[in-house]
């Protein structure tokens, strides 16, 4: 079945740049999500892509797609303390009710 | 933040007891979804609601059951609880089942 794989730990210096990546299988995915869930808490939509799209940037954070490759990565420039969670990627098909989840990588920031 | 209060937020409960979680929304959104999260599962779906009496199975649907009676709750009951549903539950909900979904703050649930 599908299937959704991210790296399970990240560490970074405080003012470096993070980047999260996360492969998947469903060719068919069109949504493609990355939220941010922080201790104690629900998940929170970061932001997202559309597959006919190969980046995206919003502020500090920038979402490339390869699509060929079926690899997403978020990229947090200027990582601070405060961006410490756990992050999932999740991809979703065009009227599917199935949002296929990662296993979260938790981000440890250093100061 | 999205109206969203899942009810209890903590529970201890034992094997072979009925244990019901609620989930309520103030937001009016068409779907409702419950998830469970556990260590190196990410999000899996249990069950589903794309509107008022209307559900679905998700990829984790044994030994759950739904019942949607009214647009703002989404109650999920364990019939018979196991120690294999220890786990923390998600309630999310979304307008469109392609717009983003928002979570509510999670229920721990352990069983013993």
């Known amino acids: 079945g599908e299937d959704v794989e991210q790296s399970l730990f990240l560490s970074v210096r405080e003012g470096d740049s993070s980047v999260i990546n996360c492969t998947y299988t469903d060719s068919s995915s069109t949504y493609l999500y990355w939220y941010k869930q922080e201790p104690g808490a629900g998940l929170q939509l970061l932001t997202y892509?559309?597959?006919?799209?190969d980046m995206k940037q919003d502020q500090r954070l920038t979402v490339l797609l390869n699509k060929k490759d079926k690899h997403l990565s978020l990229r947090i420039a200027d990582t601070q303390t405060g961006d410490s969670a756990i992050y999932f990627c999740?991809?979703?098909?065009?009227?599917?009710?199935?949002?296929?989840f990662g296993a979260g990588t938790r981000l440890f920031v250093k100061a | 933040d999205a109206g969203i209060t899942q009810s209890p937020r903590h529970k201890v409960t034992e094997t072979g007891t009925p244990v019901t979680l609620r989930c309520h929304q103030t937001?009016?959104?068409?779907?409702m979804y419950w998830y469970r999260q556990d260590p190196g599962h990410g999000l899996r779906l249990i069950h589903y609601?794309?509107?008022?009496?209307?559900?679905d199975k998700g990829e984790v649907s044994d030994g759950y059951s739904v019942s949607r009676s009214k647009t703002e709750d989404f109650l999920l009951t364990l019939e018979s609880a196991t120690s294999s549903q220890t786990s923390v539950y998600f309630c999310?909900?979304?307008?469109?089942?392609?717009?983003?979904?928002?979570f509510g703050q999670g229920t721990r649930l352990t069983v013993v």
């Open positions: 999740a991809v979703q098909n065009t009227g599917g009710f199935k949002t296929i």
């Open positions: 937001e009016n959104h068409r779907y």
């Open positions: 609601s794309y509107g008022v009496k209307d559900t």
């Open positions: 999310a909900i979304s307008e469109s089942i392609d717009l983003e979904a928002f």
């Open positions: 892509i559309f597959s006919n799209m």
